[in-house]
């Protein structure tokens, strides 16, 4: 015996959706883009080490981005992606918790990650409120590396749980085209990145933190 299923379309009041984050996808101006760059190509030669947890054997190997004009055109990006964070996800980090506190945005140190052939980076988050990341040389077509390692060879892969507390997953797969290509986060939003296999060169990117610096009225300050 069949049931008649009647359309409730007319008797649907509304669809609600939970408050979330996401992330912004972004290609960085091209003039950026190259100076990036060109520190990149000397700096795993001459730029300060970065040492983090993450350090260590069969990771990619840091180093602390220095020119004074490519941190400073980099902040201005930045804070500008964070008007536009806080407009499409309605998020304000600045008026969140800090009712007795004066807290404004700062930049930590960006660092630049040489990925070789086999290397990864295992599920993380990071320190601050935001993070980022701007692919500088991909040397790899990503279809090629699917064949070589697999469904999740050469990715960019983003963790998260939905509101049932089910694990789901967001994949960037990744290819030369992507150069240039910047990931605009949550901080604390958990990422990894699957080795490569069919190049030699180096995978480079940069990546970096926004902190909250926090001055309670009280005169002390610290960094979220």
């Not at 008649?4 to 408050?19: A, G, P």
């Not at 694990?167 to 901080?187: Q, V």
Request: charged content about 25%; proline content about 4%.
């Amino acid at each position: 015996m069949r049931y008649k299923t009647e359309s409730l379309h007319n008797q649907v009041n509304n669809f609600f959706h939970f408050d979330n984050m996401g992330f912004i996808d972004v290609s960085i101006p091209d003039k950026l883009f190259k100076s990036l760059k060109k520190e990149c190509d000397v700096a795993l030669d001459s730029n300060d080490e970065k040492v983090s947890g993450l350090s260590g054997v069969g990771v990619p190997t840091h180093r602390y981005l220095k020119n004074k004009h490519n941190l400073q055109e980099l902040e201005i990006l930045i804070l500008n992606l964070l008007k536009e964070y806080k407009i499409k996800f309605e998020l304000d980090p600045l008026q969140a918790e800090f009712v007795n506190a004066q807290p404004t945005f700062v930049l930590d140190k960006p660092w630049i990650n040489y990925q070789k052939k086999n290397e990864f980076l295992p599920t993380h988050i990071h320190d601050g409120i935001f993070s980022y990341t701007i692919w500088i040389d991909i040397p790899y077509d990503s279809y090629e590396e699917l064949k070589e390692g697999g469904g999740h060879a050469s990715c960019f892969h983003f963790h998260y749980t939905d509101i049932l507390g089910k694990s789901r997953e967001h994949l960037i797969r990744l290819s030369k085209r992507d150069n240039g290509r910047m990931l605009f986060f949550p901080a604390k939003l958990s990422h990894q990145v699957y080795p490569f296999y069919t190049t030699d060169k180096y995978r480079v990117s940069i990546s970096g933190n926004v902190m909250l610096d926090i001055k309670f009225n009280d005169g002390q300050r610290r960094e979220l």
